[in-house]
């Protein structure tokens, strides 16, 4: 077994409970998309085409073909999302088991060997305003993942603007490409193991822990001086 295993699983563990029973983190019970009702599949679909029309109109299946193919992704994922006090799925993304997604694309094999043992983190979308969960997700995906999976890490492709935000979280770039299918936008090929990303996932947590106290703290403080 991983020295970071060893050392973190339990305490990842107590986090994994922590965060599915804090309401503030607001996320629903993480499960593949064969084992989610037919109606929370299509709400999740449906959400990220809401979203996918005001950013990415690129990503919207234009066939039936594609649109099956997205589904079949979606009934092989595991799936992770936030909704809000009114149960309205404000973000989520994706933990897609192999076959993947970006598998179809134009890079070399040699970056597609010892995929079996990855997740790829895919359709990574939030709502307006909903400041943090990106990270929040990502957070999620990687403390449920170390605890309840036996893969060896994540892999993605992501953006020029969000390879900073992988970073962050321990993805390197491996290579890069254009995809001509989306509008010839550069993307990047990322990939991590859980033992170099564990240590990042923790202190992102403490963060988000951290930044989400202050907020309380100032908004008491705040409504203490308008009550006077």
């Known amino acids: 077994m991983k020295l970071y295993k060893i050392i973190f699983k339990p305490f990842f563990f107590l986090l994994d409970k922590y965060i599915k029973s804090n309401r503030s983190w607001n996320f629903q019970r993480i499960k593949l998309g064969s084992e989610l009702p037919a109606s929370e599949l299509d709400a999740l679909h449906a959400y990220r085409l809401s979203c996918y029309e005001k950013d990415s109109p690129y990503l919207i299946p234009s066939t039936q073909e594609e649109l099956d193919s997205e589904k079949a992704f979606d009934l092989n994922s595991f799936h992770i999302y936030a909704k809000d006090s009114d149960g ?85 770039p491996k290579t890069s490409f254009k995809i001509q299918e989306r509008e010839d936008q550069t993307y990047h090929l990322i990939r991590a193991d859980f033992s170099e990303i564990t240590l990042v996932t923790f202190k992102a947590f403490v963060t988000v822990q951290f930044e989400t106290l202050t907020k309380m703290i100032q908004d008491a403080f705040s409504f203490n001086r308008s009550a006077l």
């Open 88 to 172: 309205n799925i404000i973000g989520s993304l994706r933990l897609l088991k192999r076959p993947f997604e970006m598998e179809k694309l134009n890079f070399s094999d040699e970056h597609k060997k010892g995929l079996d043992e990855y997740l790829e983190i895919s359709r990574l979308v939030c709502s307006v305003r909903q400041k943090g969960l990106g990270r929040r997700l990502l957070i999620r995906a990687g403390i449920w993942s170390i605890v309840r999976t036996q893969y060896k890490g994540f892999t993605a492709i992501c953006k020029c603007q969000r390879l900073p935000m992988f970073k962050r979280f321990g993805l390197i």
